[in-house]
């Protein structure tokens, strides 16, 4: 086995990427069951061709709860890991291979943000610090503690898979909503349940009170945090009528990360899962425009040669925190699990694991 005695990062940067190919292959073998790589579908191809299982973060948390290894080397980001290790077992481990791997959507609601705007929420009537009055939901891409925070006041963590049902069912507890941290989702699944944009607002956490009347909040039905991805914003609805005009008849199929305008002009929207399956279960010939991040979209025109796949806009929509999980840190991990060392552990700690375990069991109760 070609390993460097100290399995330092630094002689794996410069390997060249086909290198790697080989050395993760052999790893793979001597590690044999006792782990599992799990791929995200917007990890690039020269990494997801090792993973044993692929998929959106519904489908990559269900698989970690299953998983038999001892070890989960999770390609994906970083709160995609962390939910790994809240529902892996105890004597599992979770390895992220890049720690530089994170989500600036998850980033764009800090915990202390979130903990203030309940105070406010609570100061005001609208619910009881345990969450009579308000049902929080927050969106899988956020940071651990903000899934804890969720859970410890009778909400759940929802993906783009079940969003909707995590909605009916926080419907269920209290009339109001509060939906971390992608407004978009928030938006377009109530809208797509028939609740009026007007009774949807945004709380920004930089403005005082959110930027919201103490009326806007009560009449509420949904406080959408003001968070986005930069990867779905770049879609734009003149992106979609240029499509149209360019390939009649084309099909715009869009992830409900994207602008509400957007997902107005689309076909159809869905997770990426719900994507996947939309051009696999189309007949051959059918033209797709595709408003996600740029790997799937290419990946999925490789092996569908029968249809016509593109981009909805060509302009860059990578997700270059996913991008940086490369061969050679897949590598690194890899070679450094058969060497007895596990580098990038991904540990969330107990406090808070408690809780999102809580939310997390929620989410994978709620089906789509
Ligand atoms: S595509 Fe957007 S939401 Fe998904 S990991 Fe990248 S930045 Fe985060």
């Known amino acids: 086995m070609n390993t460097t005695s100290q399995c330092s990062l630094d002689n794996y940067l410069v390997l060249p990427e086909h290198s790697c190919d080989a050395r993760i292959r052999e790893a793979r073998e001597i590690l044999g069951e006792q782990c599992v790589v799990l791929g995200h ?26 998983a038999r290894g001892r ?3 999770f390609c994906g980001v ?21 720690m530089n791997a994170g989500c600036s959507m998850a980033d764009m609601a800090e915990i202390s943000q979130v903990e203030d ?27 651990a503690a903000v899934k804890a925070f969720v859970g410890e006041r009778g909400g759940a963590v929802c993906t783009s898979s079940n969003a909707r049902a995590a909605m009916e069912w926080g419907f269920a507890r209290n009339r109001k909503l509060f939906f971390l941290p992608d407004q978009h989702l928030g938006r377009n699944t109530g809208y797509g349940m028939g609740i009026p944009l007007e009774e949807m607002v945004v709380w920004d956490p930089y403005l005082p ?18 968070g986005h991805c930069s990867v779905h914003m770049r879609f734009l609805p ?26 107005q002009k689309a076909d159809d929207t869905g997770s990426t899962d719900k994507l996947r399956r939309l051009v696999t279960e189309a007949p051959a010939g059918t033209k797709f425009a595709i408003g996600t991040e740029i790997h799937l979209v290419n990946r999925l025109a490789k092996q569908h040669p029968d249809k016509t796949i593109m981009t909805l806009n060509d302009c860059g929509c990578l997700c ?6 490369s061969p050679q840190h897949l590598a690194w991990s890899l070679e450094n699990l058969v060497e007895g060392n596990v580098v990038n552990q991904i540990k969330v700690r107990p406090a808070v694991k408690r809780w999102a375990r809580v939310a997390l069991d929620r989410m994978l109760q709620i089906k789509g």
């Open 41 to 66: 579908h917007y990890q690039r191809d020269e990494v997801i061709q090792f993973s044993d299982y692929q998929g959106d973060s519904w489908r990559l948390s269900e698989l970690a709860s299953q």
């Open 71 to 73: 070890y989960i080397v």
């Open 78 to 98: 970083h709160f995609m890991a962390e939910s790994a290790d809240i529902l892996a077992r105890p004597d599992q481990k979770v390895v992220l291979p890049d």
């Open 117 to 143: 705007a309940w105070e406010q929420f609570v100061r005001l009537g609208l619910t009881s610090d345990e969450g009579k009055g308000i049902t929080p939901l927050t969106y899988m891409n956020s940071a």
């Open 209 to 226: 009170q959110g930027g919201q009347t103490a009326e806007a909040l009560r009449a509420a039905k949904v406080i959408l945090w003001k």
């Open 238 to 263: 003149e992106d979609v009528d240029r499509m149209r005009q360019r390939y009649p008849g084309i099909q715009v199929i869009v992830h409900p990360e994207c602008r509400w305008e957007v997902c």
């Open 320 to 325: 270059t925190t996913m991008y940086r999980i």
